[in-house]
């Protein structure tokens, strides 16, 4: 490892603890956690995801080494990404619609998000790793996150997780996998149960948080010793 750093540039993100990047001899990782889209036409919503999304379309260009980016980046880029694509790109808060269509539905899955992750990527000339290995929905394990098991988002997921790596990496990309299922209707009753009696109990599809753990795995080069394995 050469350096750590949290810091894109001066920005209000980095301060919020969104990024890391760590420098090694041949690659740079890269974690991020992307800010939500949100609902509105406000600073701390739209506005600050598209400044995020263009630092982040000036990053991928500017990278001089090969690139793993990991992290919660709050966007599922294709329907293939989404269990429900119809209730999601329909999805409003308090029957509130926005100006632009293309900023309509849930956050994460609003036409103009999903264009400028695509443009970040293939201007960056990145590959989504799982999906270069995934090509069908996966209505079971395809999904990182699920929304609440109580009420309209029951069974509702997205992916929004993602290990991105630059094109030279693509064809070292032996496996990215999600691990659970989310929050589902049986873990969140079992997540009470511990809780209230402080009982070690197995939850089925449930890893204490409401997005799922992914990993990627990369075959090693001739020169190296070890494969490389990450997790998020």
């Given amino acids: ?48 995801r598209r400044k995020w999304d263009k630092r982040m379309l000036e990053f991928g260009q500017q990278v001089h080494k090969p690139l793993i980016w990991c992290g919660d980046l709050n966007v599922s880029h294709e329907e293939i ?9 329909s999805a409003k808060l308090n029957g509130y619609t926005p100006p632009n269509k293309e900023d309509c539905g849930q956050p994460g899955f609003t036409l103009s998000e999903r264009r400028r992750f695509g443009n970040i990527l293939s201007q960056g000339k990145l590959v989504d790793a799982y999906r270069h290995l995934h090509k069908e929905k ?27 790596v630059s094109e030279p990496l693509k064809e070292r990309i032996v496996s990215c996998e999600m691990h659970g299922r989310g929050i589902e209707l049986e873990g969140m009753k079992l997540k009470y149960i511990i809780v209230r009696e402080s009982l070690p109990r197995k939850l089925k599809g449930f890893y204490g948080s409401d997005h799922c753990p992914v990993s990627l795995e990369l075959s090693k080069l001739e020169a190296e010793v070890p494969e490389s394995k990450a997790s998020i």
């Avoid at 990404?81 to 790109?89: A, E, G, K, N, Q």
């Avoid at 109580?150 to 997780?161: E, F, H, S, T, V």
């Fill in 138 to 164: 996966d209505m079971d394990c395809g999904f990182s996150w699920s929304g609440h098991p109580i009420g309209k988002y029951r069974g509702k997921r997205m992916r929004i997780d993602y290990f991105i």
């Fill in 81 to 89: 990404d989404v269990s429900h694509p119809d209730f999601l790109s």
């Fill in 1 to 48: 490892m050469i350096r750590v750093s949290t810091l894109f540039s001066a920005s209000k993100h980095e301060s919020d603890g969104r990024v890391i990047i760590v420098e090694f001899e041949s690659f740079l990782l890269l974690n991020t956690y992307a800010p939500n889209n949100g609902w509105k036409e406000e600073e701390n919503s739209f506005q600050r």
